[in-house]
């Protein structure tokens, strides 16, 4: 048994955790502080508190909150910008993944010359390597969804292309994240199901990927386990704190499985439609097309004793067929009240599902050399068209 580990990331987890961000030693004394362009950051106090801590402990601060749900190339490169012009030593990405994510894009920006897409692989990217370190990053999330506290992905989108495309390497991981659950009560019902879901299938990539070893093993099963314990909980109330704890715990295990292992084709296929239609949440897309892609991977016998284990651990605990999990997946989606989610309703049309397939492969192909199986342009179509409603 071999295997070469690396996580290097602090993590504070725990209720009232952001209270300790004023203690902790922080990688410079000026921040780059990354939040979205919607109201709920400020609103519910996040910002105040978090400039409040960061001020305690001597760090000056400059906010930038233009970060779209799906974030985007021009925003990257404007927040880089902002910090270069005012000499920020190290980036806080405070709010949801795309938050944190775009503030790991902009701290590697910060420090090197060109487009951000100079770096990218895939699509259109230049593949070019990272010349200088980014600067540190310090990520506070306030949802449960991407993992991105625990792993060195963030993933943005060129809109003049339509691409979708994840990044990282070692040198984006944070350098401390705060996971505190209560930041995550005020998260309304639907997003915690779409953000959960994401956890979920972060979990269950990283479970079947072809590039699985002993730890994402443990981190996807515990992480899929107490998704099926708590997800329908905090769905139904967004203020039990148990539950609330349990997927926020799921989520940071979600991320090290990315950091380990990681997704498949599952995500290249949402990446593309959401690339098409920035208004589709990640996770939402990720759920109407699990059914599908799920029932693929059983019917052909890809993985089977590795589905039959996460439907254990989703909750069925006398599951015996690769079946049994796609069953566990869409009674916990019933459970969540997210099983109806329709394509159509975020203007998708069947009519370019071919256009989604080949996108899909082009810019984010090199998960599909990680299935269990081989899932080919006309298996992704078969797979879309299926999910399609």
């Given at each position: 048994?071999?295997?070469?580990?690396?996580?290097?990331?602090?993590?504070?987890?725990?209720?009232?955790?952001?209270?300790?961000?004023?203690?902790?030693?922080?990688?410079?004394?000026?921040?780059?502080?990354?939040?979205?362009?919607?109201?709920?950051?400020?609103?519910?106090?996040?910002?105040?508190?978090?400039?409040?801590?960061?001020?305690?402990?001597?760090?000056?601060t400059v906010v930038f909150d233009k970060i779209l749900p799906n974030p985007v190339l021009r925003h990257v490169m404007e927040g880089a910008q902002v910090a270069r012009d005012n000499h920020c030593d190290f980036v806080v990405g405070l709010g949801g993944g795309?938050?944190?994510?775009?503030?790991?894009?902009?701290?590697?920006?910060?420090?090197?010359?060109?487009?951000?897409?100079?770096?990218?692989?895939?699509?259109?990217?230049?593949?070019?390597?990272?010349?200088?370190?980014?600067?540190?990053i310090v990520a506070i999330t306030t949802t449960a969804g991407t993992g991105t506290e625990a792993d060195p992905w963030t993933v943005t989108t060129k809109e003049e292309t339509n691409e979708k495309i994840g990044f990282g390497y070692d040198k984006t991981f944070?350098?401390?994240?705060?996971?505190?659950?209560?930041?995550?009560?005020?998260?309304?019902?639907?997003?915690?199901?779409?953000?959960?879901?994401?956890?979920?299938?972060?979990?269950?990539?990283?479970?079947?990927?072809?590039?699985?070893?002993?730890?994402?093993?443990?981190?996807?099963?515990?992480?899929?386990?107490?998704?099926?314990?708590?997800?329908?909980?905090?769905?139904?109330?967004?203020?039990?704190?148990?539950?609330?704890?349990?997927?926020?715990?799921?989520?940071?295990?979600?991320?090290?499985?990315?950091?380990?292992?990681?997704?498949?084709?599952?995500?290249?296929?949402?990446?593309?439609?959401?690339?098409?239609?920035?208004?589709?949440?990640?996770?939402?897309?990720?759920?109407?097309?699990?059914?599908?892609?799920?029932?693929?991977?059983?019917?052909?016998?890809?993985?089977?004793?590795r589905m039959v284990a996460m439907a254990k651990a989703l909750g069925k605990t006398d599951a015996t067929t690769a079946m049994d999990f796609v069953d566990a997946l869409v009674a916990l989606q019933k459970a969540c009240g997210v099983d109806q989610l329709k394509?159509?309703?975020?203007?998708?049309?069947?009519?370019?599902?071919?256009?989604?397939?080949?996108?899909?492969?082009?810019?984010?192909?090199?998960?599909?050399?990680?299935?269990?199986?081989?899932?080919?342009?006309?298996?992704?179509?078969?797979?879309?068209?299926?999910?399609?409603?």
């Amino acid at each position: 048994m071999n295997f070469n580990y690396f996580i290097p990331t602090r993590i504070l987890f725990g209720r009232g955790q952001l209270n300790h961000l004023g203690d902790q030693t922080l990688p410079g004394k000026k921040a780059l502080v990354v939040i979205s362009s919607g109201k709920s950051i400020r609103a519910n106090g996040y910002l105040d508190r978090t400039l409040e801590q960061l001020h305690r402990a001597g760090v000056e601060t400059v906010v930038f909150d233009k970060i779209l749900p799906n974030p985007v190339l021009r925003h990257v490169m404007e927040g880089a910008q902002v910090a270069r012009d005012n000499h920020c030593d190290f980036v806080v990405g405070l709010g949801g993944g795309s938050s944190i994510d775009a503030a790991k894009a902009i701290a590697v920006m910060a420090t090197n010359d060109g487009d951000y897409w100079d770096y990218i692989v895939g699509g259109s990217g230049k593949g070019q390597p990272v010349k200088n370190d980014p600067l540190p990053i310090v990520a506070i999330t306030t949802t449960a969804g991407t993992g991105t506290e625990a792993d060195p992905w963030t993933v943005t989108t060129k809109e003049e292309t339509n691409e979708k495309i994840g990044f990282g390497y070692d040198k984006t991981f944070p350098v401390l994240s705060i996971v505190d659950p209560e930041l995550m009560t005020t998260v309304p019902p639907h997003l915690t199901a779409y953000q959960g879901f994401d956890a979920l299938f972060h979990s269950t990539e990283g479970y079947i990927n072809t590039t699985h070893y002993v730890m994402s093993d443990l981190y996807s099963l515990e992480a899929i386990r107490l998704i099926g314990k708590s997800l329908a909980k905090a769905v139904a109330n967004g203020n039990d704190m148990d539950a609330r704890e349990d997927v926020a715990l799921a989520n940071t295990l979600a991320g090290m499985v990315e950091s380990t292992s990681g997704c498949t084709s599952e995500h290249s296929m949402e990446h593309a439609m959401s690339a098409f239609h920035p208004n589709l949440p990640h996770g939402a897309g990720l759920i109407m097309l699990s059914r599908a892609y799920y029932t693929h991977l059983a019917q052909t016998h890809a993985c089977d004793d590795r589905m039959v284990a996460m439907a254990k651990a989703l909750g069925k605990t006398d599951a015996t067929t690769a079946m049994d999990f796609v069953d566990a997946l869409v009674a916990l989606q019933k459970a969540c009240g997210v099983d109806q989610l329709k394509m159509s309703d975020y203007g998708i049309t069947e009519e370019e599902l071919e256009r989604i397939a080949t996108n899909a492969r082009e810019t984010m192909g090199g998960l599909f050399s990680v299935d269990p199986i081989e899932i080919n342009h006309d298996d992704t179509l078969k797979i879309l068209k299926a999910s399609f409603r």
